[in-house]
């Protein structure tokens, strides 16, 4: 009876921490930039400007963490689209230095491969978090809001943008870099939490039996 208990607290722990495992294992985290095309903003220069148009600019990957879920690789191409009407690619991050909502939810996604059953990654931004406008010529933008994809590795996860576009006097349109972070929040204690209740049960249980040997071998005398 007590190697089947001890086997079943085993088995649970297993399972516990592979779940706890696969949680924490579920982030994005990449590095992307606009290329190829023409990049506008609206204001009389980059640091005091209030939305950035991407609409003829291809988001390409250019750095990829090893631990990333996303799927994607470096010079892979990343959609951006702003629930504006029409749809378009502007980024309307408004006034001041946040926080606040972005003037339209901003949409980016990539699929992971083509044809049917292709998982599709699809983020949601809604806030400004902060801007930095402290630089001439450079802002830097910090957007929340929700990553989800079609296989429910994701399910409305906490995401993070953060948007750094730079211009000097000698290049007609801004430079623009993307970092994107995105994880789940374990909703099961920690594993090194399961260990310890774990090892906790196990201890009572062997104490348990202890005594309860130890009482019967004191009543047998």
């Known amino acids: 009876?007590?190697?089947?208990?001890?086997?079943g607290?085993?088995?649970?722990?297993?399972?516990?921490l592979a779940a706890?495992?696969?949680?924490?294992?579920?982030?994005?985290?990449?590095?992307?930039?606009?290329?190829?095309?023409?990049?506008?903003?609206?204001g009389t220069s980059l640091d005091v400007s209030t939305a950035l148009d991407l609409d003829q600019a291809?988001?390409?990957?250019?750095?990829?963490?090893?631990?990333?879920?996303?799927?994607?690789a470096v010079l892979d191409q990343v959609k951006i689209s702003a629930l504006t009407s029409p749809t378009s690619s502007n980024i309307i991050y408004g006034f001041g230095t946040g926080?606040?909502?972005?003037?339209?939810?901003v949409i980016l996604s990539w699929p992971l491969g083509a044809g049917p059953g292709t998982d599709t990654f699809t983020e949601t931004l809604t806030t400004v978090k902060s801007i930095d406008r402290s630089t001439p010529n450079e802002i830097g933008v910090t957007l929340a809001g929700t990553l989800t994809d079609t296989?429910?590795?994701?399910?409305?996860?906490?995401?993070?943008l953060m948007l750094?576009?730079?211009q000097d006097l000698r290049s007609e349109f801004p430079i623009v870099t993307f970092t994107n972070t995105s994880g789940l929040t374990p909703s099961?204690?920690?594993?090194?939490?399961?260990?310890?209740?774990?090892?906790?049960?196990?201890?009572?249980?062997?104490a348990a039996s202890r005594r309860r040997k130890a009482n019967l071998a004191a009543l047998s005398r």
Not at 20 to 42: E, M, N, R, V
Not at 61 to 69: A, G, I, K, L, Q
Not at 188 to 201: D, K, N, R
């Open 1 to 7: 009876m007590r190697r089947s208990v001890v086997a």
């Open 9 to 16: 607290l085993g088995a649970a722990m297993i399972v516990a």
């Open 20 to 42: 706890s495992s696969a949680a924490q294992a579920a982030i994005i985290s990449f590095g992307f930039g606009a290329f190829d095309g023409s990049i506008d903003y609206t």
């Open 58 to 72: 291809f988001l390409l990957v250019m750095e990829v963490n090893p631990s990333d879920s996303s799927g994607l």
């Open 99 to 105: 926080p606040g909502p972005l003037g339209a939810d």
């Open 151 to 160: 296989k429910g590795l994701f399910t409305d996860s906490p995401a993070l």
């Open 164 to 166: 750094h576009a730079t």
């Open 188 to 206: 099961i204690p920690e594993p090194s939490t399961w260990v310890m209740m774990v090892l906790g049960f196990v201890a009572l249980g062997y």
